[in-house]
C-alpha cells in the first residue's frame, strides 16, 4: 500500500530542481550577457533605457545598465550583484566581467547536461581561476614610483584606456590628463569625496575644465548683492547653519498688546536680535559667509554696505567640502567666531561660467581638493560623461596605489588562455575538460571586441593563438587597422587589479550558479484588507 505524500511546503508555493534547475539559471544569465553584450570595447554600442518614470538613460557603461534593468530572476541577479562589485571596488571591467561569467556558465552546461556532478565542475573553475591569477600577477610590469614623469604617463595611458570604450572617446587625451591631474591634486587616501563633479549646459567637451579648490553653483540671493565684491586675496570664511532674515510670525501666534509702543518694542527687538547677528560676524573679520539656511534681504545690504561676500542656502554637500577643504567649523550660533573656527584660502572668485555664475575657492590650506566643470550639449549626453569620468578616476586611483600593469585590447586574456590550455593537459580526470572550457571562455573578450567593430572575429583569433604560440605576449586586438597588435608598445594599458577583480569575481559568480539546484519561490500573500472606510464599523448582518 502507497504511503500519502507529504506536504511540507504551502499551497502554491513553486520548486524546481535538479539538472533542468541548472540549465535553467544558465540560460537567464545568457539573456543578461545579452543585453550588455555589444558595449564592450571601443567601438561598443550605446544603449538607450527608459525607466518606469519616463526618465531617460543613454549609457555603455555595463554598472549602468545593469543598475537600470528590473533583473526579476533571482539566479540572473547575482550577475547584477558582480558587476556592480567590480564597479565599487574597482570602477571599470563591469561588462567584462559579465561576459566572462556567462561564457563560462556557457562552455559548463554540456558538461551539466550529460551528467557531469555540478562539484567536480566547480573544483576545475576554482583550479583554472588560481592558474589564471598566477599568470596575470607573474607577467604584470612594475612601473617605477620614484621617475614622477613616468608614473603620469603610465596614469594618462590607463585613464585614456577607460575612456576609449566612452562616449568622449574622441576627448579621452584632453580627459585622461584632466583627470589625472584631479586624483593627483588629492592627499594620499585618495578620497573621491573630494573631487567634485559639476555639469553646466552649454560649450563643447573641450571647454570642461578643472578646478584646483572648490566651487559651486551661486545660490540664490537678494538685492544688494551685486554690489558686493566678488573676489578677495586671502579671505577669512565663515560657514554657518544659521538663518539671517526676518522671520514671518507663526499664524498661531498671539501677542496681546494694549499701546503701539508695545508692538513697536517687539518689531525692534526683531530687528536687534538679526543686526546683533550681523555686527559679530562682521566683527570677526570674515569676508565669506556662507549659510546652509537663508540669508535675506536685510542681511545681503549689511554685508554689502561692508565689503562681505555671502551666500545663503549653500547644499549640503558644497558646504562640507568647503569645511574640509578651507579649514573652519560649520557653526550653529555667532556667538563665539573666534579664529580657530574660520576657514581661509588663497583666492576666492564668483565667475561667469556659460549661463551660471559659480564662486570658486583656490589654494585651499587644509585639505586638498578639485572640481571638475563640464560642458556639454543634451543633459543624457553630460550624465554620461559624468559617470566616463568616475570610472576613470576610479582606474587612476586603483593603478596608484597598485603600479602593476597588463595590455588591453584581449592580449591577457589570450595569453593566460594559452597558459590554462597548456596546464590543463597536466590534470589528469574531468577537471581537464573543465579546465580547456575555461581557457576557451577567455576568448570571449577579443572575439567581443571584433564583433563590436564588425571585424572577421575567427580570422583575428587565428592570428592571435598562433603570435602567442610563439612568443607574443602583449598581441591583442588592434581596432583602428583591422588586425592584431602589441598593445604593450601601443599604450593600451589597464591596471592588474581590474583583471584580477574580473577573474575573481567572474569565477565566483558561475560557481554560485552551478551550486544552486533548487528554486523555492514562496507564494505571495493572499491578504484582503477589509472592506470599508477607516474608524468605520461594518454593519450587522
Keep these: 500500500m502507497m504511503s500519502a505524500p507529504i506536504i511540507l511546503l504551502k499551497e502554491g508555493t513553486d520548486t524546481s530542481q535538479g539538472r533542468p534547475q541548472i540549465i535553467s539559471n544558465i540560460n537567464a544569465c545568457q539573456v543578461i550577457a545579452d543585453a550588455v553584450r555589444t558595449t564592450l570595447g571601443p567601438r561598443g554600442m550605446d544603449k538607450l533605457i527608459v525607466d518606469g518614470h519616463g526618465k531617460t538613460t543613454i549609457s555603455n557603461d555595463g554598472a549602468t545598465i545593469m543598475k537600470q534593468l528590473d533583473v526579476a530572476h533571482p539566479a540572473a541577479k547575482t550577475l547584477v550583484d558582480i558587476s556592480l562589485s567590480q564597479d565599487a571596488e574597482v570602477g571599470d571591467g563591469t561588462t567584462t566581467i559579465v561576459l566572462l561569467a556567462t561564457e563560462v556558465l556557457k562552455l559548463c552546461k554540456p558538461f551539466v547536461e550529460d551528467g557531469v556532478h555540478p562539484q567536480i565542475i566547480v573544483n576545475g573553475l576554482r583550479k583554472a581561476s588560481k592558474l589564471a591569477l598566477a599568470k596575470v600577477k607573474d607577467i604584470a610590469v612594475h612601473v617605477k614610483k620614484d621617475d614622477a614623469s613616468e608614473q603620469r604617463s603610465l596614469l594618462e595611458r590607463c585613464a585614456a584606456t577607460a575612456l576609449s570604450s566612452k562616449l568622449i572617446a574622441r576627448q579621452k587625451y584632453f580627459f585622461s590628463k584632466m583627470v589625472v591631474d584631479a586624483?593627483?591634486?588629492?592627499?594620499?587616501?585618495?578620497?573621491?569625496?573630494?573631487?567634485?563633479?559639476?555639469?553646466?549646459?552649454?560649450?563643447?567637451?573641450?571647454?570642461?575644465?578643472?578646478?584646483g579648490g572648490v566651487?559651486?553653483?551661486?545660490?540664490?540671493?537678494?538685492?544688494?548683492?551685486?554690489?558686493?565684491?566678488?573676489?578677495?586675496?586671502?579671505?577669512?570664511?565663515?560657514?554657518?547653519?544659521?538663518?539671517?532674515?526676518?522671520?514671518?510670525?507663526?499664524?498661531?501666534?498671539?501677542?496681546?498688546?494694549?499701546?503701539?509702543?508695545?508692538?513697536?518694542?517687539?518689531?525692534?527687538?526683531?530687528?536687534?536680535?538679526?543686526?546683533?547677528?550681523?555686527?559679530?560676524?562682521?566683527?570677526?573679520?570674515?569676508k565669506v559667509v556662507l549659510s546652509k539656511l537663508p540669508i535675506g534681504d536685510v542681511a545681503?545690504?549689511?554685508?554689502?554696505?561692508?565689503?562681505?561676500?555671502?551666500?545663503?542656502?549653500?547644499?549640503?554637500?558644497?558646504?562640507?567640502?568647503?569645511?574640509?577643504?578651507?579649514?573652519?567649523?560649520?557653526?550653529?550660533?555667532?556667538?563665539?567666531?573666534?579664529?580657530?573656527?574660520?576657514?581661509?584660502?588663497?583666492?576666492?572668485?564668483?565667475?561667469?561660467?556659460?549661463?551660471?555664475?559659480?564662486?570658486?575657492?583656490?589654494?585651499c590650506p587644509q585639505s586638498k581638493t578639485c572640481t571638475i566643470i563640464m560642458r556639454g550639449g543634451a543633459e543624457q549626453f553630460m550624465e554620461e560623461t559624468e559617470r566616463s569620468l568616475h570610472d576613470a578616476i576610479m582606474i587612476v586611483r586603483r593603478a596608484i596605489k597598485n603600479d602593476a600593469i597588463v595590455a588591453g585590447g584581449g592580449a591577457i586574456e589570450m595569453e593566460v588562455s594559452k597558459h590554462l590550455r597548456r596546464e590543463s593537459l597536466q590534470v589528469a580526470g574531468k577537471e581537464q575538460l573543465i579546465m580547456a572550457a575555461m581557457a576557451k571562455a577567455f576568448e570571449i573578450i577579443p572575439r567581443q571586441l571584433c564583433d563590436n567593430a564588425g571585424f572577421d572575429a575567427t580570422n583575428i583569433l587565428n592570428k592571435l593563438r598562433q603570435k602567442h604560440a610563439t612568443g607574443g605576449t602583449w598581441y591583442g586586438v588592434d581596432i583602428t587597422k583591422e588586425d592584431i597588435a602589441d598593445n604593450f608598445e601601443a599604450c593600451v594599458w589597464e591596471p592588474v587589479v581590474v583583471k584580477v577583480n574580473a577573474i575573481i569575481g567572474a569565477t565566483e559568480a558561475a560557481c554560485l550558479i552551478l551550486s544552486v539546484d533548487e528554486t523555492i519561490r514562496n507564494p505571495k500573500s493572499n491578504y484582503q484588507p477589509p472592506s470599508g472606510l477607516p474608524g468605520q464599523g461594518r454593519r450587522p448582518m
Design 300 to 363: 545681503t545690504q549689511y554685508f554689502a554696505d561692508r565689503d562681505v561676500f555671502c551666500a545663503g542656502r549653500v547644499p549640503d554637500e558644497d558646504l562640507k567640502r568647503t569645511m574640509k577643504a578651507c579649514g573652519g567649523a560649520v557653526q550653529t550660533s555667532v556667538n563665539d567666531l573666534n579664529p580657530d573656527v574660520l576657514g581661509t584660502c588663497e583666492w576666492f572668485e564668483e565667475e561667469q561660467i556659460g549661463g551660471e555664475r559659480y564662486n570658486i575657492f583656490i589654494g
Design 183 to 211: 586624483v593627483l591634486l588629492l592627499d594620499e587616501l585618495l578620497p573621491l569625496s573630494m573631487i567634485g563633479m559639476k555639469k553646466i549646459k552649454g560649450g563643447s567637451l573641450e571647454d570642461s575644465r578643472l578646478i
Design 215 to 286: 566651487a559651486f553653483k551661486k545660490t540664490f540671493s537678494y538685492a544688494g548683492f551685486e554690489m558686493q565684491p566678488k573676489k578677495y586675496n586671502n579671505p577669512k570664511i565663515v560657514l554657518l547653519n544659521v538663518e539671517l532674515e526676518l522671520k514671518a510670525e507663526k499664524t498661531n501666534a498671539e501677542i496681546r498688546i494694549d499701546t503701539v509702543e508695545d508692538y513697536q518694542s517687539i518689531v525692534d527687538a526683531e530687528w536687534s536680535i538679526l543686526y546683533d547677528k550681523l555686527e559679530q560676524i562682521h566683527k570677526s573679520g570674515a
